[in-house]
């Protein structure tokens, strides 16, 4: 059972404060993602976390416990890196036993330790390669159990997959998911793939310049998204800026919607949220046919264009004069 607790953590380089006072709660077993564009600190963060940067200000708590001044090699963490720096003198058991050997295991518990993460990656039998005839999803999976190997309170990884095409990525990230939850293993997760984070996480922490936007489920991320940068930066999104009169309760793309906002504001609508009718509010400006679905871009009357997903078999051409409408919206102030 452990939890980790982040409380107002605070960061600065260079007279710039780059992680700027965060808080956050992992529960014991959760898989939290932590996602945003370059330079949001997130790397800086689980930095913190596994000790490797001294925080200027907050603290760092597992199980309750403070971390804040513990150094990385005795906090309860594994910390496994994009580039996996792997020691490329030894063979794949080697690497793994090295931590179980400073820790004074015997010989014989390394061995049964070793074949047991070798298992768990799905790497059985190959304790005796060199590193260097491994590809680079083996590479990373001897990263993880090498980790995994020392039983850690909390898993970081940052970036694992960064360096693996698609295809391998996909297939890595969906082997991580059934290893952690196996093993109930706490785990903080950084990653700048919105995708990789819709598909692991059970929590999204979305950062922007150093700070919380928003830390909710991957379906509320993408569904009820709490500000403009988290509608935006997740998923395609249609924009729709608008103005409210007074106690509006309308719009031309939906029927009804409580608690709208005078004056100035955007919409902000997926493109499965929106269905084209017979009737007049905007013109289809091109179909594209993606098999499954067909995707039209659709000029607004006094607005701009937005895509909106059709059934495949739906009847619209460039050129048709439709009624867009929204069936789920988020409605941002100015
Ligand atoms: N050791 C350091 N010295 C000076 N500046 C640093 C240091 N580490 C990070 N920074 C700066 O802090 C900011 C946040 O960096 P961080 O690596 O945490 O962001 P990130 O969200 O993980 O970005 P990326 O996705 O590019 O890895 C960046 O502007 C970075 O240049």
């Known amino acids: 059972m452990s939890s980790l607790t982040l409380q107002g953590l605070r960061k600065g380089f260079g007279g710039q404060d780059v992680v700027k006072s965060v808080s956050l709660e992992v529960a014991d077993g959760e898989l939290v993602c932590l996602l945003g564009p370059s330079g949001s600190g997130k790397s800086t963060i689980l930095r913190m976390i596994g000790g490797f940067e001294a925080p200027d200000g907050g603290a760092v708590l597992i199980d309750g416990a403070d971390m804040t001044r513990v150094p990385p090699e005795k906090r309860p963490t594994g910390m496994v890196f994009q580039s996996h720096a792997l020691w490329s003198h030894m063979d794949v058991a080697g690497n793994i036993a090295f931590g179980l050997r400073l820790r004074g295991m015997t010989r014989a518990d390394i061995a049964q330790k070793v074949d047991e993460v070798l298992v768990l990656v799905g790497l059985e039998g190959y304790g005796k390669r060199r590193v260097w005839q491994l590809s680079g999803g083996q590479q990373q999976r001897v990263a993880l159990a090498r980790s995994l190997a020392l039983e850690p309170k909390i898993l970081l990884l940052d970036e694992p997959f960064a360096s693996l095409d698609q295809h391998l990525r996909e297939r890595l990230r969906e082997e991580l998911r059934d290893i952690q939850q196996r093993l109930g293993i706490t785990t903080v997760f950084v990653t700048h793939g919105q995708d990789e984070a819709l598909a692991l996480a059970d929590r999204i922490v979305v950062l922007k310049d150093g700070a919380i936007e928003q830390a909710d489920t991957p379906a509320r991320?993408?569904?009820?998204?709490?500000?403009?940068?988290?509608?935006?930066?997740?998923?395609?999104?249609?924009?729709?800026?608008?103005?409210?009169?007074?106690?509006?309760?309308?719009?031309?793309?939906?029927?009804?919607?409580?608690?709208?906002?005078?004056?100035p504001a955007m919409l902000?609508?997926?493109?499965?949220?929106?269905?084209?009718?017979?009737?007049?509010?905007?013109?289809?400006?091109?179909?594209?046919?993606?098999?499954?679905?067909?995707?039209?871009?659709?000029?607004?009357?006094?607005?701009?264009?937005?895509?909106?997903?059709?059934?495949?078999?739906?009847?619209?051409q460039a050129g048709d004069v439709v009624r867009p409408a929204a069936a789920e919206i988020a409605v941002f102030h100015g």
Not at 226 to 251: D, E, K, L
Not at 269 to 288: D, S
Not at 291 to 300: F, N, Q, W
């Open 221 to 263: 991320i993408y569904r009820q998204p709490a500000t403009r940068f988290v509608a935006g930066f997740i998923g395609t999104m249609n924009f729709v800026p608008t103005h409210f009169a007074a106690n509006a309760s309308t719009h031309p793309l939906f029927q009804h919607c409580a608690e709208l906002p005078d004056g």
């Open 268 to 316: 902000a609508i997926r493109p499965e949220a929106m269905q084209l009718h017979p009737g007049a509010g905007g013109r289809v400006h091109r179909v594209t046919d993606f098999g499954t679905h067909l995707l039209a871009e659709v000029g607004l009357d006094d607005g701009p264009r937005v895509k909106v997903i059709c059934p495949p078999d739906a009847p619209w």
